[in-house]
């Protein structure tokens, strides 16, 4: 077994975050995509194994429960997970220190009550607890746990959901969502 260490340092940067990148739903965020794949990342995920620091800020973790390569910035304003198996990027999460807005004007901070008005396809999930669009693209808000139970009786009850602030944006893979989630999700 071996690997080279990477001398070039400048391919190892190309895959900079972008804190200010639309949202966009079924393709990426802060500078990465669906389109992307595994070995997009082979130079940066080896140069980590030499260096403490990337000069990108990108951290990489194997979970070996899942078996799945996962990355986040450094203040982990975005996090996206590698299917080990296939190589593919099934999800990418941004949160708090994120400034990207989905094509809406929403974002991070913003509020699930402007975000409800501005996008009447948005609600929420009572089978994943968490809002999406209908039909499914990919573009997951998630409830704060502690209104969870709240928001989902008000759901189930037809009622307005109590207002929170945005503190996570998810967008998932459609292939990836279509084989996992087929029965809580409609897809066109």
């Known amino acids: 077994k071996a690997r080279k260490r990477i001398e070039n340092t400048e391919n190892a940067e190309f895959l900079k975050p972008d804190l200010f990148a639309e949202i966009k739903p079924n393709f990426g965020l ?16 080896t140069y980590s194994y030499f260096e403490k620091e990337i000069k990108n800020g990108l951290n990489f973790k194997l979970d070996e ?15 996206f997970d590698i299917d080990l198996f296939s190589g593919k990027l099934s999800s990418i999460t941004c949160g708090k220190g994120y400034k990207g807005k989905l094509d809406i004007g929403v974002g991070i901070g913003s509020s699930v ?8 396809s948005l609600g929420y999930n009572l089978d994943t607890d968490w809002i999406d669009r209908t039909p499914f693209d990919g573009l997951v808000i ?8 709240k ?17 996570q944006i998810e967008l998932i893979d459609l292939d990836f969502a279509k084989k996992f989630f087929e029965g809580e999700l409609y897809f066109e």
């Open 30 to 45: 802060g500078g990465f995509n669906f389109n992307q794949n595994i070995k997009d990342f082979e130079q940066n995920w």
């Open 65 to 79: 429960n899942y078996f799945y390569l996962s990355v986040k910035t450094k203040n982990n304003e975005i996090e």
């Open 113 to 120: 009550k402007d975000a409800l008005k501005k996008d009447n």
């Open 142 to 149: 998630h409830v704060p746990q502690k209104l969870q139970t």
């Open 151 to 167: 928001c989902w009786d008000c759901a189930s009850r037809g009622i307005d959901l109590p207002d929170f602030e945005i503190e």
